[in-house]
């Protein structure tokens, strides 16, 4: 059904079609014969070439932490019936691609309408770990990996994100992703601890991301890696995509964070310029 109003609304704006007659109309048809049926697309601008996009698409099946479905849509209008598409969503918080902002581990943290828009433009440091965690789901991102990155990448640069890259975005459509054994543990690679301790006393990077479910690795049961970073005013980004389509340094980050009042994070769409 249509909400309150909207047909109203609808009849009125599909009358004024009449006021594109004339050379109007002819403007508009010479302008959608030049870019055909295709959306109008930007340039690159000189300083990236390529756009790529680290976001998974959130359905209703896309898997959880907690096992459970956390998205809905429920169909609100139709385009047959009502002239125009709507739906209402329900969507748990971290869902998807999604950020933790600082508050989601923290009395007092910033919320996800809190952080400042300049960290959320940032370098993208991308450590790639995907060999050791094909051979052992519970590798951890360490100290000794962030050493080695930068012994042959030179230094991770001020304000940057690091991101694990551990190839388990492969997995998103099995159960594979989340990886629980029989007593219900889950095995995917994480951030130990040490490593985000090490970033912390770097001082100067802003964000953490994976491409699992976890900032912690999966038979994680205390978060450690969770309660050391949230609370010094970071964030994450949980199930990234699309890793292994960037470089280890270089590219650029634009995190479309939820702006909610209040949000402890909330489903993301990440774009990476190359």
């Given at each position: ?20 007659g004339g050379a109007g109309a002819l403007a508009a048809t010479a302008a959608l ?224 964070g939820p702006k909610i009042q209040g949000a402890t994070g909330g489903p993301s ?6």
């Amino acid at each position: 059904m249509c909400v309150p109003g909207c047909m109203d609304l609808v009849h009125k704006r599909l009358g004024r079609r009449a006021m594109f007659g004339g050379a109007g109309a002819l403007a508009a048809t010479a302008a959608l014969s030049a870019v055909g049926s295709s959306p109008v697309r930007a340039q690159p601008s000189g300083s990236f070439t390529s756009v790529v996009d680290m976001t998974h698409t959130l359905g209703v099946d896309f898997p959880t932490y907690f096992g459970e479905p956390q998205f809905e849509m429920t169909r609100l209008a139709g385009f047959g019936e009502n002239g125009f598409n709507m739906f209402e969503w329900r969507v748990v918080e971290h869902t998807g691609t999604h950020m933790d902002a600082p508050i989601h581990f923290s009395s007092d943290g910033a919320t996800a309408d809190q952080i400042p828009v300049e960290q959320l433009v940032v370098p993208l440091a991308v450590v790639d770990i995907s060999a050791r965690a094909a051979a052992d789901p519970d590798a951890q991102v360490m100290p000794a990996d962030l050493e080695a990155f930068e012994a042959e990448h030179g230094r991770i640069p001020a304000g940057a994100c690091v991101a694990m890259n551990s190839g388990w975005a492969q997995h998103v459509a099995t159960d594979m992703f989340r990886n629980a054994d029989a007593d219900g543990v889950m095995h995917f690679p994480g951030f130990h601890v040490d490593a985000a301790q090490w970033m912390l006393e770097r001082g100067d990077i802003v964000g953490m991301a994976v491409d699992t479910l976890s900032l912690d690795y999966g038979a994680s049961a205390d978060f450690a890696t969770h309660y050391l970073w949230l609370p010094a005013g970071r964030w994450g980004m949980e199930c990234i995509a699309n890793l292994d389509q960037v470089p280890p340094i270089g590219a650029t980050l634009v995190v479309g964070g939820p702006k909610i009042q209040g949000a402890t994070g909330g489903p993301s769409r990440l774009i990476a310029l190359v």
